[in-house]
């Protein structure tokens, strides 16, 4: 009987032993063996990654004003991914929406999808609420940002938190799912409107620009903002800051735990531009006088540009971080285009042209020699008149002066068109200068080739037609100043600069573009002495009685130029007005091109704002100082500019200088119909797309529902209060 007991209790014994020992082998093999098999199934701690974009770098003038540059800026985003694994972590299906589009035969389709809106709202919008954090916003943006990135790229929420709603947030969040605040990068444009179309303007990050092996390296890609227009597009892998990496943890609830590490992201380079802010102001200042126009001031030993202005203007600062609809249709629907920039696009020339046609003839031997002016010149059984009744017999330095176009006529076709065409390639016409903005168009200067590819002959009337600047001729007042610069230093040919050089945040210079020569003059077989005899000829347009400038002579250097007034083929604005300027007269170091759209004379609309812009900078560097400032954007006007002065006297009293001043010839019955419309400029050229910022829909109008947030705890506070009673 005892026995029978005994084996019994050593059978269980041994039963529970070998049971243990199963249990001990099973977690043995679970826990040890096969642990990273398992562990990936048990929900836990998981880390993830997040790009963070560095700080642009700033823009700025040759004297390091600082034109442009990023302040701190916090922003609400939300992991639309984080947003759904919190929802199902309560719910056994996601909400669906069903929506409709047109696919490509135009046939109408539904498509149905996670309501992201919807999750939105029952996961992270009472939290939100509690805070005060809530904020109108597009919730059909949210759907097609969630349906193109399937919530890799976070969708920003808010962009204009305040340093306190920031703080607010770090202080009370106990971890609302899918919502994070970041400290941010947002462009600033200091002087607001100050040198818009060189600076241009900025676009949010866009996820599709960026390869799918850069993204591929975070779990989440926070992109960089990226320039569209002007020297924020073209220099914009200098100025992006390099990014850096922070690596998060979250707990199974997908909640952040805590920061594993973090590398800092680095600012871009600082990119020092060639103008002076100071000058730019006074440019721009001075070009408000008219409603459409554009300046450009070049130093002419070394090409660097000074100042470069276009009016009307724009705020760039509109586009940061998105601009509206109602700002983006205004700036697009204006009828005087604030987006065009004047000052690199082409129109006819004028009468400045006569400077490059004047040293072609120095490729010839057309500069000895003395053409009757006639009134102008029989070509076939059309007469091309002069804008005066008749100027005699003139040499070349005369007919500058007053700008006959009988001479003109006859001098440029004893030259020669290839003359022409071999003069005005040295001097950058008729091709982009290569300046790092955008936006820039080559102009023309027609020839044999090109007129034959129109379907025309070329006859002597054509070349008379590019010695006075009209017909298909075209030139920018970027091209015409550069040229200004060329006559007045003796002959040598500098390709126009913008950049000076880009420096990183410790000093290091890591690109500079040094002046480049792109031609002499006096080794294409022209010597000084014929330069001079042009020069001379701009000196007494200004400075000699019946010159057509007279209103332009300064008292405070001396001043020489070249007046144009071209008609064109719009009967609304029947001619455009030019001024070329140099100064001083031996070694200049201006050269200025103005050109006014709709202005009555180049000696009448456009000479004063030259003299006016030429005045100051001299006076500048006598020590007048000069604030730079934030100025509005210019508003464009469409009226007629006859006169333009900037003293208080009358305009009556310059209506003696005027009267030398040229008109437009009316040359319509030599331009061939099919090339009279290259006259009408586009209105807006070709514009980047900007971000613009969607309007609110209804499902997104919930900016009135946020709770009053409750203060923070703050022990003793009471006891302060006390005190300071």
């Not at 050593?10 to 043995?28: D, E, I, M, Q, T």
């Not at 054509?462 to 017909?471: E, K, N, R």
Request: with cysteine; hydrophobic share 35%; glycine share 8%.
């Amino acid at each position: 009987m005892v026995t029978q007991f005994r084996v019994r209790l050593y059978l269980l014994a041994l039963l529970v032993l070998a049971g243990f020992s199963l249990l001990v082998y099973r977690l043995y093999q679970i826990q040890v063996v096969e642990h990273e098999k398992y562990a990936a199934r048990v929900p836990g701690s998981k880390f993830e990654s997040v790009r963070i974009p560095g700080i642009r770098g700033e823009i700025r003038d040759r004297n390091g004003i600082t034109l442009v540059d990023s302040t701190p800026n916090y922003e609400l985003r939300l992991d639309l991914r984080e947003l759904v694994n919190a929802y199902l972590k309560d719910n056994e299906t996601l909400p669906k929406y069903t929506w409709e589009r047109f696919d490509s035969y135009g046939q109408r389709q539904k498509k149905t999808e996670t309501d992201i809106v919807k999750i939105f709202e029952e996961t992270a919008f009472k939290g939100l609420q509690d805070l005060g954090l809530l904020a109108d916003y597009s919730a059909s943006s949210m759907r097609v940002h969630y349906r193109s990135t399937r919530g890799v790229v976070p969708f920003t929420y808010r962009r204009d938190l305040s340093f306190k709603e920031f703080a607010r947030f770090a202080e009370n969040n106990i971890g609302i799912p899918g919502v994070t605040v970041t400290r941010t990068g947002r462009r600033r444009y200091l002087y607001d409107s100050l040198a818009s179309h060189i600076l241009g303007y900025m676009n949010l990050a866009d996820i599709d620009q960026v390869p799918k092996e850069k993204r591929d390296e975070f779990n989440y890609y926070v992109g960089d903002d990226y320039g569209v227009m002007g020297v924020e597009k073209t220099m914009d892998h200098y100025l992006q800051g390099k990014p850096g990496k922070l690596v998060i943890e979250k707990d199974e609830k997908g909640k952040i735990v805590g920061e594993v590490s973090r590398t800092s992201a680095m600012p871009g380079s600082d990119v020092f531009l060639t103008i002076d802010a100071r000058l730019q102001a006074v440019t721009e200042q001075s070009l408000r006088k008219v409603g459409r126009g554009a300046a450009v001031v070049i130093d002419p030993q070394t090409g660097d540009i000074l100042s470069i202005a276009s009016v009307p203007s724009f705020n760039p600062n509109v586009f940061i971080p998105e601009v509206s609809v109602n700002d983006w249709k205004r700036y697009t629907e204006d009828p005087t285009s604030p987006m065009f920039s004047r000052a690199v696009n082409p129109y006819a020339p004028g009468s400045t042209c006569k400077i490059p046609i004047a040293l072609a003839g120095c490729l010839s031997d057309s500069w000895k020699y003395r053409f009757a002016c006639g009134g102008g010149a029989h070509y076939g059984n059309k007469f091309m008149k002069c804008w005066s009744s008749g100027h005699g017999s003139v040499d070349v330095s005369s007919a500058i002066k007053v700008s006959c176009n009988g001479f003109f006529y006859r001098y440029a076709n004893h030259t020669g068109i290839r003359n022409i065409q071999t003069m005005t390639n040295l001097l950058g016409m008729g091709r982009k200068t290569g300046i790092k903005i955008t936006g820039e168009n080559p102009g023309n200067i027609p020839n044999p080739e090109w007129l034959r590819m129109q379907g025309l002959l070329w006859s002597d009337a054509f070349t008379a037609l590019v010695s006075i600047g009209q017909g298909a001729t075209e030139a920018s007042p970027l091209q015409m100043a550069s040229v200004t610069a060329s006559a007045s230093n003796g002959g040598r040919v500098y390709r126009p600069r913008i950049i000076k050089k880009v420096v990183e945040k410790n000093g290091e210079i890591v690109w500079e573009e040094p002046p480049e020569l792109k031609a002499d003059l006096t080794k294409e077989g022209i010597t000084a002495e014929q330069i001079e005899v042009v020069k001379r000829g701009m000196w007494r347009v200004v400075n000699e009685g019946g010159g057509t400038a007279g209103r332009a002579k300064s008292d405070f250097t001396v001043l020489s130029g070249k007046t144009g007034t071209a008609q064109t083929a719009n009967p609304v604005q029947p001619t455009n007005a030019w001024f070329i300027a140099f100064a001083p007269y031996d070694e200049p170091r201006y050269a200025v091109c103005v050109f006014v759209e709709n202005g009555n004379s180049g000696g009448g609309a456009a000479s004063p704002i030259a003299k006016n812009i030429i005045d100051n900078a001299i006076l500048m560097e006598q020590g007048r100082e000069i604030e730079v400032t934030a100025i509005p954007e210019a508003i464009g006007r469409t009226d007629r500019v006859m006169s333009v002065t900037f003293d208080s006297s009358s305009l009556d009293a310059f209506v003696l200088a005027d009267e030398d001043a040229e008109s437009a010839v009316d040359v319509a019955a030599f331009v061939p119909e099919s090339l009279q419309e290259r006259n009408y400029r586009p209105m807006n050229g070709v514009l980047a797309s900007p971000t613009i910022k969607p309007n609110t829909d209804s499902r997104g109008q919930v900016g009135g529902m946020n709770a009053r947030p409750k203060p923070a705890f703050r022990p003793f506070q009471w006891l302060k209060r006390k005190n300071q009673r």
